[in-house]
């Protein structure tokens, strides 16, 4: 009989782990997801512990899902791809963990983002949801636009946009522009009903929250107001060069992504739009597709 | 002899208590100053339990300042400005605290400055500082415009200066936009060579830490830098419609104060210059003024 530790690989786990959310997957050797799970936030930056503990937790509940409750982390091959270890300070921790896997590989949540939506072959993605950047892995040479974070970057982010409203909103009840579609939308939204009451409410809140104001943008700026019109051009023309920018590292394929997208999208230039093509798999898989490149190197 | 009690607000403590410092003044009945103190921060939007400690601190360090250690704060009538008052639940808040003083008159740090630089009299102020805003006392009615806070708001700011020269230089670095004067400012004042050390350096900093890169905008703009000068047109002109709101009130007076005052003040228009009049007094003057006229009233 095989000692678990024989077993040659047989199962992987892939990580997508995010500032809001840690969502794992269990594949066999085929490939074939067997189970699935999801726990809290994963991104190190906004804390390790927390972190880990994600990380550890969706693998366990992705086991459990595929009914492989025998099977024990350290006999799985890990492919982690987590937000924040762009930043290497937190790529060298998160290696430094002593992690209950097989293997881990750890990489970022751009590079498994674009292994997935290109199936592990070269290609590029823009990723538009909470927050935005440009990813190309191309002849195995990684390149990035942005990803530099809320409030001082991701420009054209779900957080950038609400941030604009609220900004907008505080201008024009303090009597410094005119009146938007926008002002009685963000108040509703977030149930206030002055601007005193709007600072309460925004003061000092992350990036997520600021994201949920990103949708009611593009709801008035598509029923004609000007000023929201006015901030969904300058995000669009930011992704727009986003995109340029990423063609010139020549990827065969790009994608858009992130749960901003369906809004964004139709507002890019024509020639950006024609050339974005769906993603093949979710990141997860490009954890898994990550892990098995890693491997085959070794 | 006379009982503590029995001396008729003999002794006035005046607070000035801002996000990165608390200030206090001890005056006798003519408001001669006989000493003063500084602590921390004392902006309740910050903390609590910080913001009673740091008025306490400085209450004392001021008696002690004058050689006034046998007189106890429950002898000294204060008058307390805060930043972060003029949200109600941080007004009730403070208002609920058990103070040790004998009596304690609460205001916001705008209604104090306005009433330091104008000696207690009706007027206006625009205060540009970590943050910004524009306030006006006219017949009893106050009026606000801004003090929205970072990043939503406080447009024309330090920390909105700074926080438009570190986006400018991740865009700049990703190659989105030219190159500016500023790149090498703001690298070098964090003493970083990159845009991911930059993205380290910057990642959830408050405020404060924002308006430390204000001052090398002004140098680059006023060096010809194009896109600093761009910066500072867009914050200028904010202030500049702040300025118009408020003489919309009618102030007698305007001043403007705050840390940022030298190096924004050329740049506004030169109809709003023309008219701005120095403080006659600083803030913590103003709180012992407002505490002054609520005794009158009571």
Known sequence: MLSSSDKNNKYFLGIDGGGSKCKAIITSTDNKILGTGISGPANPGHGYDQAVNSITESALLALKDAGLEDIALSEVVAGVGLAGVNLPVLFEQMSNWQHPFKRMFLATDLLIACLGAHQGADGAVMITGTGSCGFSNVDGHPFIVGAHGFP????????????????QVLLS???????SLMNDKVLDL?????????????AGKPAAFYARMANLVFDCAEQGDEL????VAEGSEYI?????????????????????TPRLKPWLAQEIQDKL?????????????FAQQQLALV
């Open 240 to 260: 727009n060069n986003v995109a340029r920018q990423l063609w010139r590292q020549n990827p065969p394929r790009m994608s858009m992504i992130g749960g901003l």
């Open 173 to 179: 009840l303090d009597g410094l522009i005119p009146l």
């Open 152 to 167: 001082h970057g991701d420009k054209g982010s779900g957080a950038w946009f609400g941030l604009q409203a609220a900004k």
């Open 277 to 289: 093509l769906e993603p093949l798999s979710p990141p997860e898989i490009g954890s898994i597709l």
């Open 190 to 202: 977030l149930s206030v009903t002055n601007g005193v009451e709007l600072v309460e409410a925004i």
């Open 228 to 231: 929201a019109a006015s901030i």
